[in-house]
Each structure stands twice: as structure tokens, then as C-alpha cells.
């Protein structure tokens, strides 16, 4: 069985997406894509040289009898209405973050999955599929350092674009850590405080960097996150989880190292493309291989996307009032229970 996609928004990460299942993984094919620039759409066909129709909009696409699952690319305030469409022709979903742009818009596609009685989407959490946050999920899983008690985190950019603004800190760049930390712990948040050291010389006049991010977990836990999006010098993630016996270091990216001119070091990335690459592989092939499998993909789910934008709406008001900020979450509804149980 081939799972054929639709792809819906061809920039760079829908183009990258492309070439991943035409080169890189197994039991995929693109058959359909669509964005609002045609031209761009049509552009990406020729230059990736796969044969896949264009259409003219989302709608038409996911009503083609030969889309199997639906890539959801495009800007983020598109994706809640090409997800529920797609919910809507039983289509399976790839959505890319966000699932949705607000809380309430998440809620919406829990609850249109919910009434499909399948579990149909997937959402492009990738830092699950990174090999040392597997390997830091399976050390707390076995126990290996005791209940884990606190967690340090960073994530540093060198540059960000002119159109970065303060609170996409949070949407864009915080969102990673806000799924891969809930998925580590298997711990809800309780509540957020953001805080603003001293400004680098090096942010836009517009632009509040960097930030420190403290998120607190029903359980006690108390996670602090760097978030330093002109740090210059490179793209670094770092996560370090202290338990009662022990502690846990993401492990540096593997890179050669070198003796030169009296000094000893490594390269460091610089484009967090790079830094995900196999994530990114392992991520699509998992979905597709669980939906032959099981019928069903098995990755972050649709109530993990809700999760992530209620935290992350938390994050934003803390932001603005500076004082500690709710997270409020409703019950985890059966149907999620009962796939997580299911789920790798």
C-alpha cells in the first residue's frame, strides 16, 4: 500500500516535506498539491519533478478520490479550516504546528476527530522523533535518575527575520519545548511566568530578547526555558532534566572534532533544518507506517496540539501582565486516553 498525499501550502517546509517522501522515506507519494500562489504551487511540481496535480485551493484537493492523507503546510491561520475539511472527507492529516492558532480552534478539530470516531491527525511535533529526546524519555521511563525534580532548557537561534515579534517567541520557538517537555514527563502544566532580562544590543528595536520562561507542572515539577533568538553565535537546543538520583543531558550533535592553531573545538549548526533533519525523516515515516499498521497514525495527536496552544496562550498573557499566568486545561476526553495507550 502507498499512502498518497495532498499537500497543502508549498514554501520551504512544505517543498522540504515533498522531497522527504519522494527521496527519503518509504510508502509515500505526493499526488496533489495546492497553495494560494499557483504559480508557486506549479513551480514547486516542475522543480521537484514529481508528477502531482495542482489544484486550485484546499477544498478541491481534499475532495480528490486519489488523497489519502492531507499535508497541512501553509500559514498557520489557514490550517484550522483545511483540518477540519479534511476531518469532514476522512482524510488523514499531517498538520504541521500550529494546529490551530487559538485554543478555541483546537477544540473544534478535537472534538470534529472525536465525531469521526478515528483517530485521524498528526501534528509536526518532531523533536519527538530526535533521537536524544528518545533516549531522555526512555532514562526517566526506566527510572534510571529517580522522579525527575526540575529542567533546564535553552533554545538560541542566531538571527531571527524582521517580522519576529515577541510573542512568536512563544508561538514559533517555545512551542517545541512546551510538547516535547509534556511528552517527557507525562505531566500537565499548571501554570507560567515569563520574565525579561537585560535586551541584547543585537534584537530589533521591536523584539523583547531574550526571554526566560518558568512553567510549573501539576506534579511539582519546575521547568525554566531560555529563549534567545539573536544569541549570534549559532542554533543551540539544550535540556537538561535534574531527577532525585541523577541527571540527564540532551546529547550535543554529533560533529568532528578538530585540533587547529593551538585551540580544540566542534562546529556548531546553524540552520535548525540541520539540526532535525532525521526527526523530520522519522516523523512522516512513522506516520505513514502506523496507518498501514494500525489505520491509524500514532504521533502527536490532536489533543497534544490543544495542549500546546492553551500553554502557549498562558505564555503569551504572562508576556503582557508579568505576573504568573493559569494554565487551564479541560479533561482529557476518553478518546485520546484510549489511543494514547496504543501510541509508540
Same mark, same amino acid.
Given at each position: 500500500?502507498?499512502?498518497?498525499?495532498? /499537500? /497543502?501550502?508549498?514554501?520551504?517546509?512544505?517543498?522540504?516535506?515533498?522531497?522527504?517522501?519522494?527521496?527519503?522515506?518509504?510508502?509515500?507519494?505526493?499526488?496533489?498539491?495546492?497553495?494560494?500562489?499557483?504559480?508557486?504551487?506549479?513551480?514547486?511540481?516542475?522543480?521537484?519533478?514529481?508528477?502531482?496535480?495542482?489544484?486550485?485551493?484546499?477544498?478541491?484537493?481534499?475532495?480528490?478520490?486519489?488523497?489519502?492523507?492531507?499535508?497541512?503546510?501553509?500559514?498557520?491561520?489557514?490550517?484550522?479550516?483545511? @483540518?477540519?475539511?479534511?476531518?469532514?472527507?476522512?482524510?488523514? /492529516?499531517?498538520?504541521?504546528?500550529?494546529?490551530?492558532?487559538?485554543?478555541?480552534?483546537?477544540?473544534?478539530?478535537?472534538?470534529?476527530?472525536?465525531?469521526?470516531?478515528?483517530?485521524? /491527525?498528526?501534528?509536526?511535533?518532531?523533536?519527538?522523533?530526535?533521537?536524544?529526546? @528518545?533516549?531522555?524519555?526512555?532514562?526517566?521511563?526506566?527510572?534510571?535518575?529517580?522522579?525527575?525534580?526540575?529542567?533546564?532548557?535553552?533554545?538560541?537561534?542566531?538571527?531571527?527575520?524582521?517580522?519576529?515579534?515577541?510573542?512568536?517567541?512563544?508561538?514559533?520557538?517555545?512551542?517545541?519545548?512546551?510538547?516535547?517537555?509534556?511528552?517527557?514527563?507525562?505531566?500537565?502544566?499548571?501554570?507560567?511566568?515569563?520574565?525579561?532580562?537585560?535586551?541584547?544590543?543585537?534584537?530589533?528595536?521591536?523584539?523583547?530578547?531574550?526571554?526566560?520562561?518558568?512553567?510549573?507542572?501539576?506534579?511539582?515539577?519546575?521547568?525554566?526555558?531560555?529563549?534567545?533568538?539573536?544569541?549570534?553565535?549559532?542554533?543551540?537546543?539544550?535540556?537538561?532534566?535534574?531527577?532525585?538520583?541523577?541527571?540527564?543531558?540532551?546529547?550535543?550533535?554529533?560533529?568532528?572534532?578538530?585540533?587547529?592553531?593551538?585551540?580544540?573545538?566542534?562546529?556548531?549548526?546553524?540552520?535548525?533544518?540541520?539540526?532535525?533533519?532525521?526527526?523530520?525523516?522519522?516523523?512522516?515515516?512513522?506516520?505513514?507506517?502506523?496507518?498501514?499498521?494500525?489505520?491509524?497514525?500514532?504521533?502527536?495527536?490532536?489533543?497534544?496540539?490543544?495542549?500546546?496552544?492553551?500553554?502557549?496562550?498562558?505564555?503569551?498573557?504572562?508576556?503582557?501582565?508579568?505576573?504568573?499566568?493559569?494554565?487551564?486545561?479541560?479533561?482529557?476526553?476518553?478518546?485520546?486516553?484510549?489511543?494514547?495507550?496504543?501510541?509508540?
Amino acid at each position: 500500500m502507498t499512502l498518497k498525499f495532498g /499537500v /497543502v501550502g508549498t514554501g520551504t517546509l512544505g517543498r522540504e516535506h515533498i522531497q522527504r517522501i519522494t527521496n527519503a522515506i518509504s510508502g509515500g507519494e505526493i499526488v496533489a498539491v495546492t497553495d494560494i500562489n499557483q504559480e508557486a504551487a506549479k513551480k514547486a511540481v516542475d522543480q521537484l519533478g514529481i508528477e502531482a496535480k495542482v489544484y486550485e485551493n484546499d477544498l478541491s484537493l481534499i475532495q480528490d478520490e486519489h488523497v489519502d492523507a492531507v499535508m497541512v503546510t501553509s500559514w498557520g491561520p489557514a490550517h484550522k479550516p483545511t @483540518v477540519l475539511a479534511a476531518i469532514e472527507a476522512g482524510k488523514y /492529516v499531517f498538520c504541521e504546528k500550529p494546529l490551530a492558532t487559538t485554543a478555541d480552534g483546537c477544540t473544534s478539530i478535537v472534538e470534529a476527530e472525536i465525531r469521526s470516531e478515528r483517530r485521524l /491527525v498528526q501534528v509536526g511535533f518532531m523533536r519527538r522523533y530526535d533521537s536524544g529526546y @528518545v533516549q531522555m524519555k526512555e532514562a526517566i521511563e526506566s527510572n534510571d535518575i529517580g522522579r525527575p525534580l526540575m529542567i533546564h532548557c535553552a533554545h538560541r537561534n542566531p538571527v531571527v527575520s524582521e517580522t519576529y515579534t515577541t510573542d512568536m517567541a512563544i508561538t514559533d520557538t517555545l512551542i517545541h519545548e512546551i510538547d516535547v517537555l509534556h511528552w517527557l514527563i507525562r505531566d500537565d502544566y499548571q501554570s507560567v511566568r515569563v520574565a525579561f532580562p537585560k535586551k541584547t544590543t543585537h534584537a530589533l528595536k521591536h523584539l523583547r530578547d531574550p526571554q526566560l520562561v518558568t512553567l510549573e507542572t501539576k506534579g511539582g515539577i519546575v521547568i525554566d526555558v531560555e529563549i534567545f533568538v539573536n544569541c549570534q553565535y549559532g542554533y543551540d537546543i539544550q535540556c537538561e532534566v535534574i531527577g532525585e538520583e541523577g541527571i540527564i543531558r540532551l546529547p550535543e550533535v554529533s560533529s568532528i572534532v578538530m585540533r587547529k592553531e593551538a585551540r580544540l573545538g566542534t562546529n556548531i549548526l546553524t540552520d535548525w533544518k540541520d539540526r532535525f533533519l532525521d526527526a523530520y525523516n522519522q516523523e512522516l515515516q512513522d506516520f505513514v507506517d502506523s496507518i498501514k499498521e494500525t489505520g491509524e497514525p500514532r504521533g502527536p495527536s490532536a489533543w497534544d496540539g490543544y495542549i500546546a496552544a492553551v500553554t502557549a496562550d498562558a505564555c503569551v498573557r504572562a508576556q503582557k501582565s508579568g505576573e504568573k499566568e493559569a494554565v487551564i486545561l479541560k479533561e482529557k476526553p476518553d478518546f485520546y486516553r484510549k489511543k494514547a495507550r496504543k501510541a509508540v
